[in-house]
Nanobody, 127 residues
Framework: QVQLVESGGGLVQAGASLRLSCAASGRNFNKHAEGWFRQAPGKEREFVSAISWSGTRTYYADSVQGRFIISRDNAKNTVYLQMNSLKPEDTAVYYC????????????????????WGQGTQVTVSS
């Protein structure tokens, strides 16, 4: 199995930046595609961004396009989400997710595509 732990969340003002990290561990050393999702109170968990195992292919929700950047460092088993120009509507619990893939260039944007999930990290953006 794969264990995922998010970190880097916090309370910031609108316009500020945060970088979230997702550290992976476990016995499974196969390639994993990863993604970030978020969930605000009373709302469904929604897709934010995804990245292939190779790191060469990424995808973003329209709501964060141009502001967020997803990246990964496979040597450190870590995926990052750089969040810039944060808005109050970005406030949510952010979750990282992973699934096994045999293609280094495949990414996934649907919750049901992912096998493993972290416990989440809170991001709060004040106005």
């Amino acid at each position: 199995q794969v264990q995922l732990v998010e970190s880097g969340g916090g309370l910031v003002q609108a316009g500020a930046s945060l970088r979230l990290s997702c550290a992976a561990s476990g016995r499974n050393f196969n390639k994993h595609a990863e993604g970030w999702f978020r969930q605000a109170p009373g709302k469904e968990r929604e897709f934010v961004s995804a990245i292939s195992w190779s790191g060469t292919r990424t995808y973003y929700a329209d709501s964060v396009q141009g502001r967020f950047i997803i990246s990964r460092d496979n040597a450190k088993n870590t995926v990052y989400l750089q969040m810039n120009s944060l808005k109050p509507e970005d406030t949510a619990v952010y979750y990282c997710a992973a699934r096994l893939t045999y293609s280094g260039n495949t990414y996934y944007i649907t919750k049901g595509d992912y096998e493993y999930w972290g416990q989440g990290t809170q991001v709060t953006v004040s106005s």
